[in-house]
């Protein structure tokens, strides 16, 4: 047999099958050569892999939204009757206004971390298409069909907390508490027939020590909101240390929200994540002659107030 098949014997065969050929040149000819097992050709890389589990959530935005507002607009006072801390541009449809600013409140606070988020993101991946999900009137409008009227909780609309929220508008997903992260949304009642409506931070210990995850140590759990006085410094953005009524309220050097009511039912306590923009189902609510009315805010029952304010 001609020398001249041996490159092509090697070429074919691939890099470590040739370096195994135990085949003297001599014994080279057409035989041998079909015997030789040429090894399969890459397999097809998928045009997208799988989301890694991280990036299926929002929860590292939310979290920079928390750490921006508490940074820049921290501690300037809670009011009931007022919402955000400052003006939102929505992207190019314009501005959602401020009621009483830089005051907030609880569900307002949480509408605010989202819209920051929202900002974050747009500006840090270049996608503004989470501005399309929405009209800028969902985040002012309080029906059935506007985000807004979700988070402000409403039963009739089966929101009871942002986790709904988010969950009725195709852009969140269920956690129970026990499977909760950093960036979650979490709203809470209390045997004081009060609630609140937070972000998540993370479990805690009877001495306020933070745990990276639940376990039979757990009594509650650190949140960001916004709660406390009307004055400058005394309410506004920040963090508190809720405990849950069976632990009692233990002393930490934190400032505490006692008597939280643990529950596995979601309308006492109600729970959830945000998904990233392109987990969104574009399912949400529809236009419902059955569902009148506009949410109208419990005022009695998010009264701003915890245990050391």
């Known amino acids: 047999m001609p020398k001249l098949l041996l490159p092509l014997v090697l070429f074919f065969a691939g890099g470590a099958y040739a370096a195994d050929l135990p ?42 939204a928390i750490d921006y507002l508490r940074a820049n607009y921290g501690l300037l006072g809670y009011d009931i009757n007022s919402i955000l ?34 900002e974050i993101y747009a500006k840090e991946t270049g996608d503004y298409s989470v501005y399309d999900y929405l009209p800028k009137k969902s985040f002012e409008g309080l029906s059935l069909t506007d985000i807004k009227g979700h988070i ?18 195709g852009m969140g997903e269920r956690r129970t508490f026990e499977n909760l992260s950093p960036g979650d949304f979490v709203n809470v009642n209390r045997t004081t027939k009060t609630g609140h409506a937070v972000t ?17 140590s757990v009594v509650g759990f650190k949140y960001f909101s916004s709660q406390g006085g009307a004055a400058a410094g005394a309410g506004g953005f920040d963090y508190r240390y809720a405990v849950f009524s069976k632990f009692g309220c233990p002393e930490m050097p934190y400032k505490r929200d006692c008597e939280v009511i643990y529950s596995t039912d979601q309308k006492m306590l109600n729970t959830g994540t945000m998904l990233s923009p392109r987990f969104w189902t574009h399912i949400m609510p529809q236009a419902d002659a059955s569902v009148t009315g506009e949410t109208t805010l419990n005022r009695n029952f998010f009264n701003g107030i915890t245990t050391d304010d």
């Open 23 to 64: 085949l003297p040149l001599e014994a080279v000819d057409l035989e041998a050569i079909g015997a030789i097992e040429v090894p399969p050709a890459n397999p097809a890389v998928p045009f997208r892999l799988p989301a890694r589990a991280d990036e299926k959530y929002f929860n590292a935005y939310v979290l920079k």
């Open 85 to 118: 801390t400052h003006d939102i541009q929505y992207h190019t449809f314009g501005v959602i206004p401020a009621r009483h600013a830089p005051l907030t409140m609880c569900v307002a606070a949480q509408m605010e971390i989202i819209l920051t988020a929202f």
């Open 152 to 169: 402000w909780v409403n039963s009739a609309f089966n929101a009871n907390g942002t986790a709904d929220a988010l969950i009725n508008f």
């Open 200 to 216: 998540f931070v993370g479990y805690i210990t009877n001495t306020g020590k933070m745990l990276p995850k639940y376990d039979s």
